[in-house]
C-alpha cells in the first residue's frame, strides 16, 4: 500500500518561491507515475505536473511550464514540486499522487493514491 504526505505549503507573495515535498512509503518510483494536482476554491481538481521516471517522461500544464519543476530524491523517498515564480492564481490546495502505471496519466481518476493536501495561498 502507498502512502503519500505531503509538506511544504504555505503563504507566500506573488514573484515567490516555494517547494512542496511528498513523502512515499510502500512504492518504487520506477514503477509509479508520481503527480502533482491542484485545486482552488470552487474549481475543479486539475494537474500541475507527472514524471514517470523510468522512462524519463515529464509532463507539466502549460501555465506552469518554465515556472514548476518536479524532482526526486531516491535516498529519501521524496518527490518534490519546485514553484518559482508564483501568482495569484496558483493558489490552491496541492496534492500528490501516485498510480502504477506504464504512461504518464493526466487526469485525476487515473491516480490510486492521494496525499492529505498541502495549501498554497500566493498574495499580490
Known amino acids: 500500500q502507498v502512502q503519500l504526505v505531503e509538506s511544504g505549503g504555505g503563504l507566500v507573495q506573488a514573484g515567490g518561491s516555494l517547494r512542496l515535498a511528498c513523502a512515499v512509503s510502500?512504492?518504487?518510483?520506477?514503477?509509479?507515475?508520481m503527480g502533482w494536482f491542484r485545486q482552488a476554491p470552487g474549481k475543479e481538481r486539475d494537474i500541475v505536473a507527472a514524471?514517470?521516471?523510468?522512462?524519463?517522461?515529464?509532463y507539466y500544464r502549460d501555465s506552469v511550464k518554465g515556472r514548476f519543476t518536479i524532482s526526486r530524491d531516491n535516498a529519501k523517498n521524496t518527490v518534490y514540486l519546485q514553484m518559482n515564480s508564483l501568482n495569484p492564481e496558483d493558489t490552491a490546495v496541492y496534492y500528490c499522487?501516485?498510480?502504477?502505471?506504464?504512461?504518464?496519466?493526466?487526469?485525476?481518476?487515473?491516480?490510486?493514491?492521494w496525499g492529505q493536501g498541502t495549501q498554497v495561498t500566493v498574495s499580490s
Open positions: 514524471k514517470k521516471w523510468s522512462p524519463g517522461i515529464t
Open positions: 510502500g512504492g518504487t518510483f520506477s514503477a509509479y507515475v
Open positions: 499522487a501516485a498510480v502504477n502505471s506504464p504512461v504518464v496519466r493526466t487526469r485525476d481518476y487515473d491516480y490510486d493514491y
